[in-house]
Nanobody
Framework: QVQLVESGGGLVQAGSSLRLSCVAS????????MGWFRREPGKEREFVAG????????DMANSVKGRFTISRNNAYNVVYLQMNSLKPEDTAVYYC????????????????????WGQGTQVTVSS
């Protein structure tokens, strides 16, 4: 079992920045690809960013490319989502997720591929 705890959400104005953190515990962190997803009210959960074991492979949703960055620090079992130039349409609950991987390959963008989820953190961007 992997426990994931997100933090860093909040209410900000458009153009601002936030950094979300997700701390993992319970299993070997480096066995897992990590991802960030978000869900707006009434919509499906959507992929935002993903990162491989060492960070050598990263994938970002087109809607956040150039504004968001994902990174991880394996020494502290944490994955980050740096969000710059925030827009009102980035308003959502953001979730951290872990996918067990025994082999490499592309970052999974489907929520169903991930094994563990955090409780989510609210990000609200006002115009």
């Amino acid at each position: 079992q992997v426990q994931l705890v997100e933090s860093g959400g909040g209410l900000v104005q458009a153009g601002s920045s936030l950094r979300l953190s997700c701390v993992a515990s319970g299993r070997t962190f480096t066995d897992y690809y990590m991802g960030w997803f978000r869900r707006e009210p009434g919509k499906e959960r959507e992929f935002v960013a993903g990162i491989s074991w060492t960070g050598s492979r990263i994938d970002m949703a087109n809607s956040v490319k150039g504004r968001f960055t994902i990174s991880r620090n394996n020494a502290y079992n944490v994955v980050y989502l740096q969000m710059n130039s925030l827009k009102p349409e980035d308003t959502a609950v953001y979730y951290c997720a872990a996918e067990y991987r025994s082999g490499g390959g592309a970052i999974a963008t489907s929520p169903g591929e991930y094994n563990y989820w955090g409780q989510g953190t609210q990000v609200t961007v006002s115009s």
